[in-house]
């Protein structure tokens, strides 16, 4: 069954690098990037995810200020929370929103951890 995944990163490497993560696994999968919080929480307003991977650092919001949005616009999406800030502050923050934490750099493994958990 083909799902859907939204990647929101400011940087264009990064997007591009998890998509080719998650289209080597999921080739029939839809993966729609978005280079904002404002503009992830754009396209979740006009559509169902089924994942969506959030930078925290980015221009404007960050992932975790654009987390409440985007899981009140999603029935059923996982989301989680990509950084290199490993601080247990911000890991703490995105356990109290109930989103998943996964570190930076990406890896095969961060990602399709997330995915197949």
Known sequence: MSKRVLIVDDSLVSRMMIKEIVMSRYPDWECVQAA???KAVDA????????VT???????????????EILASQDCAKVA?????IQSATKEKAEALGIGFITKPISEDGVLG????
């Open 36 to 38: 904002s919080a404002e």
């Open 44 to 51: 979740c307003n006009q559509s169902q995810f089924d994942y």
């Open 81 to 85: 929370l990509l950084t290199a800030n």
């Open 54 to 68: 959030l930078d925290l650092n980015m221009p404007g919001k960050s992932g975790l200020e654009a987390a409440p």
């Open 114 to 117: 997330f995915i197949d958990e």
